[in-house]
């Protein structure tokens, strides 16, 4: 393969937003816009990627650095935005010897690497100079239209605020995605002038400039409209994000999982979900969640970055963060699993439980209105309905431990710090203030008293 630099344009801010964040940083699917382009152009293996940058530069250097910390990522600063042609331009110094570019709008979340590879074959095969990528759409409003000439290669491109009502008719847009040798492309843009409506230097000028110079201008036409949805508004924000969740959906019931009204559910773009497991409706799966194998994840339940394992069960209305669930375990419904909490094999959380930074051991169960809270409960224990660990005393945060086999009686309270033994019993209705011993009974119980005939007697007064 040649040496192929990409040049992905987002300097501008992307006024049409009316948002005070550089277009590029809006997120979508989990992702920020400008992190689609980037992984498009790796994907299609082209290694070297200069991002032209210019408002908000600092914010979406980090950004992109974040994200693809290993990637050979150069970034080249605009100064003013005056418009495509001069942002690409910027980026000569950063291209070096590249015999060839491949350059991209950084508002195109959808499109895929298959279609860079496509424009790249589309330029050798018009004679290496420029390729354009278009598509023929229902609604062209908006975007540049491509003119072709009489052998079917593009002659120009107008752009919507300078085209005549007939051109305004042609369905087939350009995507704002090139294909050029880098010399030919730099000394073009080069000449690009301002003379349009909006006063900038348009990158679209150098077809028609390329084609005066006596080269053929190739065209890709994109084998999917989808893929051609530009994010300029927050309308387009929500259609593209839209796309981009029903194409994970798609994609992972080709993998085999099963996913009811998958129009309801929202999986971003680096969360895994293994084969027979089963989503219900309204489930948001976020920030890197992967679940195992034959997991059913019920009704309306919210993962943000959670390990699943195999064999799970999760009953709606869950909610859950920055937590483990390993295999055979089950939560819900109404489970809250808060920061750094893990449910170990086989245990069990059931409605109205909160946990945080806590771990259930294997086979242990807390089934109804439960908080645990800075705690260790060990395998096989029971704790029951009502029991709250108190780990707060306004200041500090204190631990609770509990070992393997115990058992907690009903509305029992924990005041941490304290630990209960190895298979020690805790009596319903317990204040819990001192350690339990391991195999003892701990109760903290008023005696019941009876005051005989007070019914007969309360209504004679
Ligand atoms: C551009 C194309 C249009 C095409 C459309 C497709 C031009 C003149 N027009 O229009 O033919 O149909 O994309 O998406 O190229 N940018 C800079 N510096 C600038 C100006 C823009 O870096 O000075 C960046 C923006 O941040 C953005 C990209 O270039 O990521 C495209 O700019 P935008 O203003 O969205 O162009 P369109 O008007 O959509
Ligand atoms: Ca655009």
């Known amino acids: 393969m040649k040496d192929v630099t990409a040049i992905i344009l987002a300097a501008g801010l992307g006024t049409r937003m009316k948002s005070n964040r550089q277009k590029g940083l809006h997120s979508l699917a989990g992702r920020p816009l400008i992190f689609y382009p980037i992984r498009a152009a790796l994907e299609a293996g082209i290694g070297r990627l200069v991002l032209v940058v210019g408002h908000q530069s600092d914010e979406v250097e980090e950004c992109v650095s974040d994200i693809f910390p290993d990637a050979d990522i150069s970034f080249a600063v605009q100064e003013k935005q005056l418009g495509t042609a001069h942002a690409a331009l910027c980026a000569r110094e950063a291209v070096g010897e590249s015999d060839d570019v491949v350059v991209l709008n950084g508002d195109l979340p959808l499109l895929g690497p298959d279609s860079l590879k496509g424009l790249m074959d589309a330029c050798t095969a018009s004679g290496g100079m420029l390729a354009v990528t278009t598509a023929v759409v229902d609604e062209p409003f908006g975007f540049g239209r491509v003119i072709r000439d009489k052998s079917g290669l593009a002659s120009r491109i107008v752009e919507e605020k300078d085209a005549s009502p007939a051109q305004r008719k042609v369905p087939e847009i350009n995507l704002g995605v090139y ?5 030919h492309l730099f000394s073009t843009l080069d000449s690009v002038g301002d003379g349009n409506a909006k006063k900038e230097f348009y990158f679209t000028d150098v077809v028609e400039l390329t084609k005066k110079a006596g080269h053929g201008v190739g065209i890709f036409v994109l084998p999917d409209e989808t893929q051609a949805r530009q994010v300029n508004d927050r309308v387009e924000l929500a259609v593209a994000e839209e796309a981009l969740y029903r194409a994970r959906a798609l994609r992972l019931m080709a993998e085999g999982v099963t996913i009811h009204r998958p129009e309801s559910v929202l999986i971003d773009d680096d969360c895994e979900v293994g084969r027979d497991t089963e989503i219900w409706p309204g489930v948001e799966l976020h920030a890197g969640t992967r679940i195992g194998v034959g997991c059913t994840i019920g009704t309306g339940t919210i993962l943000d970055n959670v390990e699943v394992g195999d064999g799970v069960l999760i009953r709606p209305y869950s909610v859950m963060t920055d937590s483990v669930m390993e295999d055979e375990s089950q939560a819900g419904p109404f489970t809250h699993l808060r920061p750094q909490s893990t449910l170990k094999h086989g245990s ?23 908080y645990l809270g800075d705690s260790s409960v060990g395998s096989e224990v029971n704790i029951g309905a009502g029991t709250i660990t108190c780990n707060y005393d306004g200041v500090h945060k204190m631990p609770t431990t509990i070992e393997d086999g115990a058992f907690i009686g009903s509305d029992t309270q924990l005041v941490a710090p304290v630990k209960v033994g190895k298979d020690a019993y805790v009596g319903a209705g317990t204040t819990v203030t001192k350690d339990v011993p391991d195999g003892a009974l701990a109760l903290s119980r008023v005696q019941q008293t009876h005051i005989m005939g007070y019914a007969v007697n309360r209504k004679k007064k």
């Open 179 to 183: 294909a050029a040798r880098a010399d």
């Open 348 to 370: 069990k959380v059931g409605n109205f439980v909160e946990m945080k930074k806590s771990v259930l051991g294997p086979g242990s169960k807390a089934s109804h209105l439960t």
